[in-house]
């Protein structure tokens, strides 16, 4: 930059415009390309629930920025002093005795890049399932301070066994930026639609300034898409083929737990017939507590059912334990446990609703231990938890195609346990159920 200080006069955007005007086709298929440059600051955003947004702000503005300015900078430098250089200019800006440090720098980068795309991975799969579009996944917490900070198993060796079939099938770095640049246009779109309506329907914004938004960043970001579209033979199908993968799984699993609740609920019957159905099963009541997670819907749990009717006993206190998810990241300590009293004298029991933030860990135990109402301090020690375990079989039930069953019931034989996913002691946990056909 020294040696050809007139390169600097590359971050005025009139020649970026006298190109459009001059060649516009060349200059849309070039948009293809030059959105690589741009590429990899989103993923500076998916560790900003980690490390807060100010952080991230400081990092781009007065880190990466001024970095990436300096080195595109001398990129072009160098490729206008030595067209030969444009076949790595990165690499070629350094000397040679410094591009196998370089090397192995670029390296460690990509690690730390990485990071930061399975960080989000984990994250949004988690919120995934904690709106119904995944199974239950076994989250571990890597973190006593950070509730963002997770790891997900599955989700790993997914992402791991996906980066080797990456590798296999492109080989080199430059087939599979034309599949990366459709992905991250195609992220920002997205990103910059789902703003717009959060915008409107939440903030309230006004529909002048939504157009503006609109205009200001959906216009750019779609050309960038629309140019990306035309590497769709070249790897591009490659993102669309996992999106529409993803979609079709979590679409398969939403309309599958619709109808297996739907089949359940008719199974269990409804939670104001309960007090009749003790009244005829006349179960004996026996000391201790009995903990029934069951799902929020009014219905009597089915472990409830089968131990009353199989056993003919009732412990002394009853909890039916339902968990809802909010959705906001973090539901306040003191507004997690809500009671009510269902029936009264022997046949009384009380239904306990967990709410949670979609980013808390559903820690049932450890919510009702902090509850601050009087009716449930109970021996958590000694507390039996009952699961309502539900065998999901194929039918000839046209709901949903035999491939999407098939689908459904792999899923749902490789979710994670309950006893892991809610923390229930597993000394105490008992798992009642029935079959449930499809």
Same mark, same amino acid.
């Given at each position: 930059?020294?040696?050809? #200080?007139?390169?600097?006069?590359?971050?005025?955007?009139?020649?970026?415009?006298?190109?459009?005007?001059?060649?516009?086709?060349?200059?849309?298929?070039?948009?293809?390309?030059?959105?690589?440059?741009?590429?990899?600051?989103?993923?500076? !955003?998916?560790?900003?629930?980690?490390?807060?947004?100010?952080?991230?702000?400081?990092?781009?503005?007065?880190?990466?920025?001024?970095?990436?300015?300096?080195?595109? +900078?001398?990129?072009?430098?160098?490729?206008?002093?030595? #067209?030969?250089?444009?076949?790595?200019?990165?690499?070629?800006?350094? #000397?040679?005795?410094?591009?196998?440090?370089?090397? =192995?720098?670029?390296?460690?980068?990509?690690?730390?890049?990485?990071?930061?795309?399975?960080?989000?991975?984990?994250?949004?799969?988690? *919120?995934?399932?904690?709106?119904?579009?995944?199974?239950?996944?076994?989250?571990?917490?890597?973190?006593?301070?950070?509730?963002?900070?997770?790891?997900?198993?599955?989700?790993?060796?997914?992402?791991?066994?996906?980066?080797?079939?990456?590798?296999?099938?492109?080989?080199?770095?430059?087939?599979?930026?034309?599949? !990366?640049?459709?992905?991250?246009?195609?992220?920002?779109?997205?990103?910059?639609?789902?703003?717009?309506?959060?915008?409107?329907?939440?903030?309230?914004?006004?529909?002048?300034?939504?157009?503006?938004?609109?205009?200001?960043?959906?216009?750019?970001?779609?050309?960038?898409?629309?140019?990306?579209?035309?590497?769709?033979?070249?790897?591009?199908? /490659?993102?669309?083929?996992?999106?529409?993968?993803?979609?079709?799984?979590?679409?398969?699993?939403?309309?599958?737990? *619709?109808?297996?609740?739907?089949?359940?609920?008719?199974?269990?019957?409804?939670?104001?017939?309960?007090?009749?159905?003790?009244?005829?099963?006349?179960?004996?009541? =026996?000391?201790?507590?009995?903990?029934?997670?069951?799902?929020?819907?009014?219905?009597?749990?089915?472990?409830?059912?089968?131990?009353?009717?199989?056993?003919?006993?009732?412990? *002394?206190?009853? /909890?039916?334990?339902?968990?809802?998810?909010?959705?906001?990241?973090?539901?306040?300590?003191?507004?997690?446990?809500?009671? *009510?009293?269902?029936?009264?004298?022997?046949?009384?029991?009380?239904?306990?609703?967990?709410?949670?933030?979609?980013?808390?860990?559903?820690?049932?135990?450890?919510?009702?231990?902090?509850?601050?109402?009087?009716?449930?301090?109970?021996?958590?020690?000694?507390?039996?938890?009952? +699961?309502?375990?539900?065998?999901?079989?194929?039918?000839?039930? #046209?709901?949903?195609?035999?491939?999407?069953?098939?689908?459904?019931?792999?899923?749902?034989?490789?979710?994670?346990?309950?006893?892991?996913?809610?923390?229930?002691?597993?000394?105490?946990? =008992?798992?009642?159920?029935?079959?449930? !056909?499809?």
């Amino acid at each position: 930059m020294l040696r050809d #200080p007139a390169i600097i006069a590359a971050l005025l955007p009139t020649h970026a415009f006298l190109f459009i005007l001059d060649r516009p086709f060349l200059a849309f298929v070039a948009m293809g390309a030059v959105v690589l440059s741009i590429t990899g600051a989103e993923a500076l !955003y998916a560790d900003m629930g980690h490390f807060g947004a100010r952080a991230i702000r400081a990092a781009w503005f007065f880190l990466a920025l001024p970095c990436l300015t300096l080195n595109y +900078l001398g990129q072009g430098s160098l490729v206008l002093d030595n #067209p030969s250089a444009s076949s790595a200019p990165f690499f070629l800006l350094a #000397p040679d005795w410094a591009r196998l440090p370089l090397v =192995v720098l670029t390296t460690m980068a990509t690690v730390i890049a990485s990071q930061a795309v399975i960080s989000g991975a984990f994250s949004v799969s988690r *919120e995934a399932q904690r709106l119904g579009f995944l199974p239950r996944l076994t989250v571990r917490q890597t973190s006593e301070h950070e509730g963002g900070q997770i790891y997900v198993p599955s989700i790993n060796w997914l992402l791991c066994g996906g980066v080797l079939l990456l590798i296999a099938l492109f080989r080199t770095s430059e087939r599979l930026a034309t599949a !990366y640049g459709l992905a991250v246009t195609g992220t920002l779109l997205l990103t910059t639609t789902l703003f717009l309506v959060h915008a409107r329907t939440s903030s309230h914004w006004g529909r002048g300034r939504i157009v503006a938004m609109a205009l200001a960043f959906g216009v750019l970001e779609l050309a960038f898409f629309a140019a990306n579209l035309t590497k769709v033979v070249h790897g591009g199908w /490659l993102p669309l083929l996992i999106a529409s993968s993803v979609t079709f799984v979590m679409l398969t699993w939403r309309r599958g737990g *619709e109808v297996i609740t739907e089949r359940r609920t008719r199974l269990e019957g409804p939670l104001e017939g309960l007090g009749s159905f003790l009244a005829r099963e006349k179960p004996m009541r =026996v000391p201790g507590t009995a903990i029934f997670l069951h799902p929020n819907t009014p219905t009597i749990p089915l472990a409830l059912r089968v131990n009353v009717h199989l056993n003919k006993t009732l412990h *002394e206190q009853v /909890l039916i334990v339902s968990t809802i998810v909010e959705n906001v990241p973090h539901v306040p300590a003191s507004e997690r446990v809500r009671v *009510e009293e269902i029936g009264s004298g022997a046949h009384q029991v009380l239904l306990v609703q967990l709410h949670f933030g979609f980013k808390d860990e559903q820690n049932a135990p450890m919510a009702l231990l902090g509850a601050a109402d009087a009716r449930l301090h109970h021996e958590h020690t000694q507390a039996v938890y009952f +699961l309502s375990r539900i065998t999901t079989e194929r039918s000839d039930d #046209p709901v949903m195609s035999r491939a999407r069953k098939r689908l459904f019931i792999a899923i749902a034989h490789n979710a994670a346990s309950p006893i892991t996913y809610f923390r229930l002691p597993q000394s105490r946990t =008992v798992s009642l159920g029935s079959t449930v !056909y499809l």
